[in-house]
């Protein structure tokens, strides 16, 4: 690759980290703060004060990832043409009217519109942005930048989810709205509204960092992206898929946990929800530290060595969260468990772009992202079912399961790296 002076300004004694890369982190941090963070955090509640049941709420909450899975391969043979980093702002402009647009409107038909054009938009950005950021290091501190992109943005989502809890109280002072009956002014749908509005804002302006950031090849030729896109046939779609396939088990793991896990320590231990808010920040926050250590197990055991064991032990602890009795020890398990399991993307997205062409990393990137997003999807939909059937213990287990078989078909599936 290729640098300019401007591109080379290094922060002294930290690999994987540059001017680029610093401007990089910069958008993630806000982007993150304002859609993970404040929205995610702020959406349900919204919706559930306009007069929406669970069961619309469950729709909305489906169709961004119903989006992202149609359109993940078509993004992915597109970008080359339009450059990754102007398709990241796009997106992320598209992502910010959505979520404006959320906050305006009530209709369901409108309302599952907008999610929708979420998901492409979402979709779109997630598909270019590895190989975008590998644009930004030499190969050797791919590892370290992405395990420094994954420290801020859980510390970003953290700091978000905090900040949104917030916002309600805030807006609802600020422009003295007043509360029905026993409904509190925080929780009319006003509130929830400037809250969002604020959050669209914010999602906005992260792109600013990125309109200062101008990488060197972030952008493959026309004639050579015309050529792709005619000749589809010569993409190795068998190698990619092949390489890919853990992600469809990574997201199985994901889709049973991370939308429930506060259903989890409530129906378990029955605590308050400002407690079960404080230990999933702190399991945010552990997500986000124990992965800076992924240099040093890359550099000893090599990626695909070091993902199997931590897969491994990922695992090990899932199942002593299913066997947890106290709090405390559930807790200990629980921050391990997806601390652990956390350090799969920092490590995979960068084995995955070093096997490919260049060329090939955008449709690579779209792959990956389909097979995470079918079995995140599945397995979300599976849920209720086995929640009702088996019980969130034996759940559990079952994903302690997908993990040891996400570290086994990482080894399997890279047995040359």
Known sequence: MVKSKRDILRIKSIPGLNRQVALFLLYSCIFHIGLFGITDVLLNFYLVSIGYDPEAIGLLQALPRLSG????????????????????????????????????????????????????????????????????TSKEEHTAQ??????????????????????????SRIFLIEGVGNIAPEQMPEAYQGAILIAAFIILFSTL?????????????????????????????????KLSLPLFVFGISGG?????????????????????GGILGLGWLVMGLIPLLNPVWEARMGRVMALTLL???SSLTFVGLALAETLIISVIFYVIAIGTRNTMQPIFQPLLMDQLASEFHNIASSIGLVLWNIGW???????????????????????????????????FTNQNQ
């Open 69 to 136: 899975f149609l359109t993940g391969i078509p993004v992915g043979l597109v970008a080359n043409r339009f450059g990754n980093r102007n398709i990241i702002i796009v997106s992320t402009w598209g992502i910010a009217l959505c979520v404006a647009l959320t906050a305006l409107v009530q209709s369901l038909f409108v309302l599952a519109l907008t999610r929708f054009l979420w998901g492409v938009f979402f979709g779109a950005g997630q598909v270019v942005k590895p190989p975008f950021m590998v644009t930004l």
């Open 146 to 171: 992405f395990s420094y992109h994954n420290l801020v943005s859980m510390v970003a989502v953290a700091f978000g989810s905090i900040l949104g809890g917030f916002m309600p109280v805030l807006v």
């Open 377 to 411: 999807f599945g397995a979300t939909l599976m849920f209720g079912y086995l929640q009702v059937t088996i019980g969130f213990s034996q759940i559990m287990l079952v994903v302690a399961f997908f993990v040891f078989l996400n570290g086994v078909s990482i080894y």
């Open 256 to 276: 049973l946990t991370f939308p429930f896990f506060n259903l989890f320590f409530r129906e378990q231990f029955g605590i308050a929800d400002s407690a079960i």
């Open 209 to 241: 960092s990125l309109l200062w950031l101008h990488p060197n090849s972030s952008k493959i030729a026309d004639d050579d992206s015309e050529k792709l896109w005619k000749k589809a046939k010569y993409i190795p779609w068998q190698k990619i898929i």
């Open 311 to 313: 897969m491994t032990v």
